[in-house]
């Protein structure tokens, strides 16, 4: 078990431009989840993936992001024209339909900073 | 979703309990009460959850009340690495792992 793993750690961009992020789940899991997150505020929710089917979308995921999950491994998050606004920590998490407990576990995020 | 209201920050000595309060008086019948906590520059962990009974684990244990209105995470003997952000949250019956996170409890261990 290698655990969720994010990809880059650290992400520093022009307003404006494209970006892009990478998300391995555990190897099993068939749950995927995204979520920002801000300075001194908890994970908000924004997209959840049950394999490859994108099922929850929350309405903080404006036009400009869009996420996927191709073939219901990994998944890649994009913002298109990026804002000052979109500088978070972007986090990914995933579990397992199969777990009783249904525990999410959590990648080390994606910190963004957008100039 | 049902919310969850706790203190915004708390301190403990290294090697004391830390009770960690987390107050819920809208949870519903099924509910699930569920704790993560997340370290500096990590992503939130899992720790505990519980539905009506008392639980423990071997990070902590979970006294939820009878009434179901509000829950205690427990760590036994706090170490300098259980210094983190506490977040208690609700969750229906397993039917969708969409976590809504407040803003936590601060917990931060005296040396």
């Known amino acids: 078990d290698t655990g969720v793993s994010q990809d880059p750690r650290h992400k520093i961009t022009k307003r404006g431009q494209n970006v892009t992020f990478r998300c391995d789940p555990i190897?099993?899991?068939?749950?995927l989840y995204w979520y920002r997150q801000t300075l001194g505020q908890g994970p908000e929710f924004l997209t959840y993936?049950?394999?490859?089917?994108?099922?929850?979308k929350s309405r903080l995921l404006s036009d400009r992001f869009s996420a996927e999950r191709p073939k219901g491994s990994f998944s890649t998050l994009e913002i298109q024209r990026t804002e000052q606004g979109d500088s978070a920590m972007y986090l990914c998490?995933?579990?397992?339909?199969?777990?009783?407990?249904?525990?999410?576990?959590f990648g080390s995020g994606t910190q963004l900073s957008v100039l | 979703d049902a919310k969850t209201t706790q203190p915004n920050s708390m301190e403990s000595n290294e090697e004391e309990p830390v009770h960690l309060p987390c107050n819920h008086s809208?949870?519903?019948?099924?509910?699930?009460i569920h704790w993560y906590r997340q370290l500096p520059s990590q992503g939130p962990e899992y720790v505990i959850h519980?539905?009506?009974s008392n639980v423990n684990n071997r990070m902590a244990s979970l006294a939820i009340a009878e009434d179901r209105k509000s829950s205690t995470l427990i760590l036994h003997r706090a170490t300098l690495r259980d210094a983190a952000v506490y977040y208690c949250?609700?969750?229906?019956?397993?039917?969708?792992?969409?976590?809504?996170f407040g803003t936590g409890t601060r917990l931060t261990i005296i040396p």
């Open positions: 519980g539905l009506t």
């Open positions: 809208t949870i519903s019948g099924t509910d699930y």
């Open positions: 998490a995933s579990s397992s339909h199969r777990d009783s407990n249904e525990k999410l576990f």
């Open positions: 993936f049950q394999n490859e089917a994108q099922l929850e």
């Open positions: 949250i609700l969750l229906i019956n397993f039917g969708n792992e969409k976590l809504t």
């Open positions: 190897s099993e899991h068939n749950r």
